[in-house]
């Protein structure tokens, strides 16, 4: 089957799991989870993956109960989904169960859509990764030419980052600024942390004025962009960029939480909501899925062009870091990986794929209290599934 096939097969397979108001539950102890509940076939799963199914399940029911806030997770292999299930809840005022079709904010893991984007109009020559950004942002020029495309999407390009003095000017512009307030603010500082390509530094301002280069250049927002060109396309349906009314839709979105299992504590909006590009989209495992294995083809940028996004970033002095475009890479068991997860507002995400295993977890959750994280979570889930069925 092509890739765009496999995709098609799994949008259906989402819609058939997003209709359904049953979501999946976590057992109350390893052994009593029925495992026909949180399969992406709801007539039972047939993909030989069942114990490690219900592992994981079991697993996920070590910190998160049905009465607490929770998460959902996807892993899909070989194009197909072989596991997915959503735990605890989605609004505890109202009581509403997460299920499968839930939006959470993917915080960084849109880093790797803001790189995609980059890399669609490169394909079609509107920009180069060696360029310049100053050539697309006239008010960055005086920082030289050093300070290139390639290196803000490495994060090596001596930019600072939102705690390097630039929230408090950003906010005394205004309650609620945007990417272009941001752009005044960096067009004001005096140098770069360190020269462009001599260290690596993660810099979200970087990612952020990336979406201002791909508007310019597109002649689109940054949401525009990538809800035409990337989700329209793959049929993801329940996936938005912000500033976005969407984010507030209870019956939509999972709420985050903050705090302690004793004492949660409700996040709403921010007042970084207006900008994007580093951390802005909502989206569902389901969608999450039509986009991974978008990658795997020709869909959005050829093959060939994906693959530049998985090499790691060169450094003036010869070395390397383990970062490409919007991507953390690493190795699993000897087997390369490209990840990303995120934090914010309450909301912790992770997504990592073994590209030749055609393997991929997604771990969203609505909590950032409570959880294991070392190692990333997504790796603890895709343990389960290192032997073949």
């Given at each position: 089957?092509?890739?765009?096939?496999?995709?098609?097969?799994?949008?259906?397979?989402?819609?058939?799991?997003?209709?359904?108001?049953?979501?999946?539950?976590?057992?109350?102890?390893?052994?009593?989870?029925?495992?026909?509940?949180?399969?992406?076939?709801?007539?039972?799963?047939?993909?030989?993956?069942?114990?490690?199914?219900?592992?994981?399940?079991?697993?996920?029911?070590?910190?998160?109960?049905?009465?607490?806030?929770?998460?959902?997770?996807?892993?899909?292999?070989?194009?197909?989904?072989?596991?997915?299930?959503?735990?605890?809840?989605?609004?505890?005022?109202?009581?509403?169960?997460?299920?499968?079709?839930?939006?959470?904010?993917?915080a960084s893991m849109?880093?790797?859509?803001?790189?995609?984007?980059?890399?669609?109009?490169?394909?079609?020559?509107?920009?180069?990764?060696?360029?310049?950004?100053?050539?697309?942002?006239?008010?960055?020029?005086?920082?030289?030419?050093?300070?290139?495309?390639?290196?803000?999407?490495?994060?090596?390009?001596?930019?600072?980052?939102?705690?390097?003095?630039?929230?408090?000017?950003?906010m005394k512009r205004?309650?609620?600024?945007?990417?272009?307030?941001?752009?005044?603010?960096?067009?004001?500082?005096?140098?770069?942390?360190?020269?462009?390509?001599?260290?690596?530094?993660?810099?979200?301002?970087?990612?952020?004025?990336?979406?201002?280069?791909?508007?310019?250049?597109?002649?689109?927002?940054?949401?525009?962009?990538?809800?035409?060109?990337?989700?329209?396309?793959?049929?993801?349906?329940?996936?938005?960029?912000?500033?976005?009314?969407?984010?507030?839709?209870?019956?939509?979105?999972?709420?985050?939480?903050?705090?302690?299992?004793?004492?949660?504590?409700?996040?709403?909006?921010?007042?970084?909501?207006?900008?994007?590009?580093?951390?802005?989209?909502?989206?569902?495992?389901?969608?999450?899925?039509?986009?991974?294995?978008a990658l795997y083809?020709?869909?959005?940028?050829?093959?060939?062009?994906?693959?530049?996004?998985?090499?790691?970033?060169?450094?003036?002095?010869?070395?390397?870091?383990?970062?490409?475009?919007?991507?953390?890479?690493?190795?699993?068991?000897?087997?390369?990986?490209?990840?990303?997860?995120?934090?914010?507002?309450?909301?912790?995400?992770?997504?990592?794929?073994?590209?030749?295993?055609?393997?991929?977890?997604?771990?969203?959750?609505?909590?950032?209290?409570?959880?294991?994280?070392?190692?990333?979570?997504?790796?603890?889930?895709?343990?389960?599934?290192?032997?073949?069925?």
């Open positions: 089957m092509t890739t765009s096939g496999r995709i098609v097969a799994l949008a259906t397979v989402c819609l058939l799991v997003a209709c359904s108001d049953a979501p999946a539950r976590p057992p109350d102890e390893p052994g009593s989870y029925d495992d026909r509940d949180s399969y992406a076939d709801p007539a039972g799963d047939d993909s030989g993956y069942h114990l490690a199914n219900a592992q994981v399940d079991a697993w996920f029911a070590r910190f998160i109960t049905p009465e607490m806030p929770g998460g959902a997770a996807l892993v899909v292999k070989d194009g197909a989904i072989i596991h997915q299930a959503a735990y605890g809840l989605a609004d505890l005022e109202q009581q509403t169960p997460l299920t499968t079709a839930h939006a959470f904010h993917l849109s880093k790797q859509m803001t790189a995609l984007s980059i890399m669609m109009l490169a394909e079609q020559q509107k920009l180069s990764y060696d360029d310049p950004v100053g050539r697309y942002l006239p008010e960055l020029q005086k920082f030289g030419d050093a300070l290139t495309i390639r290196r803000m999407l490495n994060h090596t390009s001596g930019l600072p980052d939102y705690s390097d003095g630039v929230m408090e000017p950003l205004s309650d609620h600024p945007t990417n272009d307030d941001l752009l005044q603010v960096i067009k004001r500082k005096r140098k770069l942390l360190y020269p462009p390509g001599d260290q690596s530094y993660y810099s979200n301002v970087g990612y952020d004025l990336l979406a201002i280069v791909i508007e310019r250049v597109s002649g689109m927002t940054f949401p525009e962009f990538v809800q035409t060109r990337i989700f329209d396309v793959l049929g993801m349906t329940h996936t938005f960029s912000l500033p976005n009314d969407a984010r507030m839709a209870r019956d939509l979105i999972a709420l985050s939480y903050t705090g302690s299992s004793d004492e949660p504590e409700v996040y709403r909006s921010d007042e970084l909501d207006g900008i994007y590009g580093s951390g802005s989209i909502y989206s569902t495992i389901g969608d999450m899925a039509l986009y991974d294995e083809g020709d869909v959005l940028v050829s093959r060939r062009a994906y693959a530049e996004a998985l090499e790691p970033a060169m450094l003036n002095d010869g070395s390397s870091d383990p970062y490409g475009f919007g991507l953390e890479l690493g190795q699993w068991h000897g087997d390369a990986y490209a990840a990303h997860s995120g934090a914010w507002l309450g909301f912790n995400t992770d997504y990592v794929r073994f590209p030749a295993r055609h393997l991929s977890v997604i771990v969203l959750l609505n909590r950032d209290y409570d959880y294991p994280d070392d190692p990333r979570i997504a790796l603890q889930v895709a343990e389960f599934y290192r032997a073949e069925p």
